[in-house]
């Protein structure tokens, strides 16, 4: 076909002139890991010939008239990280005059050699859309990959014909997905009155990521029956990549007791219940805010610890995590002694805090110690109360705070990019709230 004599001649061209944006380059510097993956299947389908099949074609054919639709399959794995975006890339033969619709399909089995117009997948929502032009086009498909597996996509023609280069040729489609280290974080977890600890683990499930416990992880006392019966059967499935935080209610077990002898050398020394950690290029550091056990003031042995471990990790990028927060609109639930250890980490330019305590989820634009709005060198908090155990009124608005939602479970998915982050509230099955946005580092 005309199409595929052209294909010839204009990929060669491209693929010496690709550069930095062409299939299989490596990441910028400071950028993400990207990571390529070539179709292993794909085709396209026409109403002309509703039972011909295109899988040898050296092009997919994209039309509104004839109707013809183009299938790529894609096996995702090896993954080096959790997904912060994935992007198809596909070259366009030609100079067409038409917009390419990505779509996501139905499960359905079909393969190259056999699909045809009477037997393709159905189409689901539009994921992508764009004018189609001369060359290599992008779209953004992250919504279809959310970790290792298959993915399955059409592209459909809102106006006009497009040729596409099929995996037969030198032009291959590619799938570039970026991966970054992944935090996912929550607190107030465990209760063997509640299942909400079961639905949160859903959200563990297949993520390459740390987890972050944020305290409360065992109602009601934190005690070894606690943790056995109503935490390892849910949360402790990922009791080995988890990095737990200390919780009040832990301590209603002497000294912690339960919740140290079940971490072990994991929640950090017994008599102090801080520590820190590197996630990628991020600093994490990870402290005790049950101030009347550990003392958190200015001087204090946690303190001082925190002053000196910042000194001794300079790095661009730097999280917090302990179980009170110092800032919170649930009456009852802000905890001005843990102000200290916000003024060490302030002081030393860290980045972001996650807390608990309250039962809900809050988002707080950056912050001083004070409370006074800086968003050039402010503290970025995140109340993530949402790990199982109920829910928690969370009152009327407090300065600073952005958003809050009482009403759903789930999880706070952080990527830690080389200088920045992305964040995602993941809610239960059902769950209808969410939120998501990025920032920088200082």
């Given at each position: 076909?005309?199409?595929g004599?052209?294909?010839?001649?204009?990929?060669?061209a491209?693929?010496?002139?690709a550069?930095?944006?062409?299939?299989?380059?490596?990441?910028?510097?400071?950028?993400?890991p990207?990571?390529?993956?070539?179709?292993?299947?794909?085709?396209?389908?026409?109403?002309?010939?509703?039972?011909?099949?295109?899988?040898?074609?050296?092009?997919?054919?994209?039309?509104?008239?004839?109707?013809?639709?183009?299938?790529?399959?894609?096996?995702?794995?090896?993954?080096?990280?959790?997904?912060?975006?994935?992007?198809?890339?596909?070259?366009?033969?030609?100079?067409?005059?038409?917009?390419?619709?990505?779509?996501?399909?139905?499960?359905?089995?079909?393969?190259?050699?056999?699909?045809?117009?009477?037997?393709?997948?159905?189409?689901?929502?539009?994921?992508?859309?764009?004018?189609?032009?001369?060359?290599?086009?992008?779209?953004?498909?992250?919504?279809?990959?959310?970790?290792?597996?298959?993915?399955?996509?059409?592209?459909?023609?809102?106006r006009?014909?497009?040729?596409?280069?099929?995996?037969?040729?030198r032009?291959?489609?590619?799938?570039?997905?970026?991966?970054?280290?992944?935090?996912?974080?929550?607190?107030?977890?465990?209760?063997?009155?509640?299942?909400?600890?079961?639905?949160?683990?859903?959200?563990?499930?297949?993520?390459?990521?740390?987890?972050?416990?944020?305290?409360?992880?065992?109602?009601?006392?934190?005690?070894?029956?606690?943790?056995?019966?109503?935490?390892?059967?849910?949360?402790?499935?990922?009791?080995?990549?988890?990095?737990?935080?200390?919780?009040?209610?832990e301590?209603?077990?002497?000294?912690?007791?339960?919740?140290?002898?079940?971490?072990?050398?994991?929640?950090?020394?017994?008599?102090?219940?801080?520590?820190?950690?590197?996630?990628?290029?991020?600093?994490?550091?990870v402290?005790?805010?049950?101030?009347?056990?550990?003392?958190c003031?200015?001087?204090?042995?946690?303190?001082?610890?925190?002053?000196?471990?910042?000194?001794?990790h300079?790095?661009?990028?730097?999280?917090?995590?302990?179980h009170?927060p110092?800032?919170?609109?649930?009456?009852?639930?802000?905890?001005?002694?843990?102000?200290?250890?916000?003024?060490?980490?302030?002081?030393?330019?860290?980045?972001?805090?996650?807390?608990?305590?309250a039962?809900?989820?809050?988002?707080?634009?950056?912050?001083?110690?004070?409370?006074a709005?800086?968003?050039?060198?402010?503290?970025?908090?995140?109340?993530?109360?949402?790990?199982?155990?109920?829910?928690?009124?969370?009152?009327?608005?407090?300065p600073?705070?952005?958003?809050?939602?009482?009403?759903?479970?789930?999880?706070?998915?952080?990527?830690?990019?080389?200088?920045?982050?992305?964040?995602?509230?993941?809610?239960?099955?059902?769950?209808?709230?969410?939120?998501?946005g990025?920032?920088?580092?200082?």
């Open positions: 076909m005309d199409a004599r052209q294909l010839v001649a204009g990929a060669a491209a693929l010496l002139c550069g930095a944006g062409g299939a299989g380059t490596g990441p910028a510097a400071t950028g993400p990207v990571q390529s993956f070539a179709p292993l299947a794909d085709s396209f389908v026409s109403a002309s010939a509703p039972r011909a099949n295109h899988g040898l074609a050296r092009a997919l054919e994209v039309s509104v008239r004839p109707h013809a639709r183009a299938y790529l399959r894609f096996r995702v794995g090896g993954l080096r990280g959790g997904v912060v975006s994935a992007r198809l890339r596909v070259f366009v033969v030609g100079r067409p005059r038409g917009t390419v619709q990505v779509r996501a399909v139905a499960r359905r089995r079909w393969t190259e050699r056999s699909v045809s117009y009477r037997t393709a997948p159905k189409l689901r929502q539009v994921v992508a859309s764009g004018s189609a032009r001369g060359g290599w086009n992008t779209f953004e498909v992250g919504r279809l990959v959310r970790g290792p597996g298959l993915v399955e996509l059409a592209l459909v023609s809102e006009g014909s497009i040729s596409i280069a099929s995996r037969e040729s032009a291959k489609p590619t799938l570039r997905v970026e991966t970054a280290r992944l935090l996912l974080a929550a607190g107030d977890i465990g209760s063997c009155g509640s299942g909400g600890d079961e639905a949160t683990a859903e959200l563990l499930e297949g993520e390459p990521a740390t987890i972050a416990a944020l305290g409360d992880l065992a109602y009601p006392g934190g005690s070894a029956d606690d943790f056995a019966y109503c935490y390892e059967p849910s949360w402790g499935r990922f009791r080995s990549t988890t990095r737990p935080a200390v919780g009040n209610h301590y209603a077990t002497p000294g912690a007791g339960g919740y140290f002898d079940y971490w072990g050398a994991a929640a950090g020394p017994r008599e102090a219940g801080y520590y820190s950690y590197d996630l990628g290029s991020w600093h994490v550091v402290l005790n805010s049950n101030c009347r056990f550990v003392p003031e200015a001087g204090s042995p946690q303190e001082t610890w925190l002053r000196s471990d910042l000194a001794l300079p790095a661009r990028c730097t999280l917090a995590y302990f009170h110092l800032f919170s609109s649930t009456p009852g639930t802000a905890t001005p002694a843990v102000q200290p250890l916000w003024q060490a980490l302030y002081d030393r330019g860290a980045d972001v805090v996650l807390s608990g305590h039962h809900n989820y809050q988002r707080f634009a950056p912050q001083t110690p004070t409370g709005a800086n968003p050039e060198t402010g503290i970025r908090e995140f109340v993530v109360g949402t790990g199982g155990y109920g829910h928690h009124y969370t009152g009327l608005p407090i600073n705070q952005q958003l809050a939602d009482d009403t759903t479970l789930g999880v706070l998915r952080l990527a830690l990019l080389e200088a920045g982050y992305q964040w995602r509230f993941v809610p239960i099955r059902g769950g209808a709230f969410t939120d998501a990025s920032g920088i580092c200082h």
